[in-house]
């Protein structure tokens, strides 16, 4: 008895795999983890000859051919002009190697953008360490917390620069790059500016600062009257000492130049993005006799800065000017977060080195999968 039901349950498996040995389970669903751009064709990967033609419409209109698929794949990503929340109709048609069509399909669907993207668990993972970071030393700053910040010798220059612009009755030069406003070095620039202006305020020394975009005039003469202000020294705030030169770089080089080779000027400061104006004025300066202190974040204008000047703030340096000058306990925080996150890399980067040279992968593979 048993060896005949063994006979039969063989026989009834060999007539389904005849019965569908030409067919394919399709499947059309909205790909996961996009802006609603993208549809995902899914099917059975049965290793059988032939092709798919994959037909497309939109609401009323016609059906399109999109493509012909191989299938002995398993899934086929639409992405040729699907936009989200539009309903799409797809005809699937499965041809064998004959070119007979062996099964037909039609399958719906509206594609929607997703609020989360599942497979960055790695990069929230990262994001949510960063951000307590933060949290955690803005509360310990503002709690009275003493943080370490490696000291910034062009930063600690800046009394010894004003100093000796006092003694020596001449102006001091600030320039705050070349570039626009929207630039992050020009913000940094910037804000390094108002602390030097409160310190020139204090000890009535002059400061000069030529500027070549209007909105950053309009923000500079902001920035330094209230410096003059926050020092006690209102009436000593002289307008005109911000001023427009040109837009054009090569002009604005050529003005700030004679306003050096004129002026005398015993304290340069070149803060902020610049280009390959920053070895004129660096060499123009140097010959004048003055202090420079330059800091950019331009790679290629660093070796002119450091070869020229006394001392140069190299990268981030610049953006953690604000912070270490004014000691305000959420920029505090902030950077001893930020520092948190790049030890946190550098450390992963080093663990992936060591265990790629062991053939362990699967850091590897979890950050650049994730």
């Given at each position: 008895?048993?060896?005949?039901q ?50 497309r ?37 499965f ?33 949510l ?20 910040i ?12 004003v100093g ?21 070095q ?76 004129r ?19 660096a ?26 000047c ?61």
């Amino acid at each position: 008895m048993q060896k005949r039901q063994l006979i039969f349950l063989v026989i009834a498996i060999f007539f389904l795999n005849f019965l569908f040995a030409d067919s394919l389970m399709f499947k059309v669903i909205d790909n996961p983890n996009d802006d609603g751009t993208g549809v995902l064709i899914k099917w059975h990967q049965s290793g059988i000859s032939g092709k798919i033609i994959l037909n497309r419409k939109e609401s009323l209109k016609s059906y399109e051919k999109i493509a012909t698929l191989d299938p002995t794949k398993s899934n086929y990503l639409d992405k040729k002009g699907i936009n989200p929340g539009t309903e799409y109709t797809y005809l699937i048609e499965f041809h064998n190697i004959k070119g007979q069509m062996i099964e037909k399909v039609e399958l719906v669907v509206t594609p929607t953008g997703q609020w989360f993207n599942t497979d960055k668990k790695a990069l929230l993972l990262f994001t949510l360490i960063i951000v307590f970071s933060i949290i955690y030393y803005i509360y310990s700053a503002r709690s009275g917390k003493d943080l370490y910040i490696r000291k910034i010798s062009g930063l600690d220059s800046m009394d010894e620069a004003v100093g000796r612009a006092t003694e020596m009755g001449k102006p001091i030069l600030y320039i705050p790059g070349t570039a626009d406003i929207d630039d992050m070095q020009t913000i940094a620039g910037l804000t390094i500016l108002g602390n030097l202006a409160q310190k020139a305020a204090e000890y009535d020394a002059e400061i000069i600062v030529p500027v070549n975009r209007s909105m950053v005039l309009s923000t500079a003469r902001e920035i330094v009257k209230e410096a003059f202000i926050k020092a006690g020294r209102p009436d000593a705030y002289k307008p005109d000492s911000v001023f427009y030169l040109t837009d054009d770089q090569f002009g604005f080089v050529a003005g700030v130049d004679g306003i050096i080779v004129r002026e005398k000027p015993a304290a340069n400061f070149y803060l902020g993005t610049f280009y390959a104006e920053s070895l004129i004025l660096a060499e123009t300066g140097f010959s004048s006799g003055a202090i420079q202190v330059a800091g950019t974040a331009m790679p290629s204008q660093l070796p002119f800065f450091v070869a020229a000047c006394d001392y140069t703030l190299i990268g981030e340096e610049l953006f953690a000017a604000s912070a270490y000058l004014s000691k305000d306990p959420h920029q505090l925080g902030s950077l001893k977060g930020q520092d948190v996150g790049k030890a946190l890399f550098v450390t992963l980067l080093f663990i992936g080195v060591i265990f790629e040279m062991f053939q362990i992968s699967f850091l590897k593979d979890f950050l650049t999968n994730q």
